[in-house]
């Protein structure tokens, strides 16, 4: 992914995101949670997290992922 410009990180998330919108969200939250921690200081990885978190009901996760996301934005 590095080769083609695109950060492993933010690549993992956007496949997460794929993954959710597939109706597949345990493989969403694991590539999410994944990509932010890799890429902790991406703002929107952390926001693209906190909708995941939402999607599965994980109020108080997807709103410390909104909050670290607005943070570092």
């Known amino acids: 992914m590095i080769a083609l410009g ?8 956007g ?4 993954a959710l919108e597939g109706g597949k ?10 990509a932010a921690e890799e890429e902790f200081y991406n703002p929107d990885l952390w ?6 978190e939402m999607e599965a009901g994980n109020r108080v996760e997807a ?3 909104f909050l670290r996301g607005y943070r570092l934005a």
């Open 47 to 52: 926001m693209n997290l906190g909708k995941v």
């Open 15 to 18: 496949f997460g995101v794929v």
């Open 63 to 65: 709103h410390d992922a």
């Open 25 to 34: 969200l345990r493989q969403a939250l694991a590539l999410c949670r994944k």
């Open 6 to 13: 695109i950060d492993p990180g933010t690549a993992a998330c």
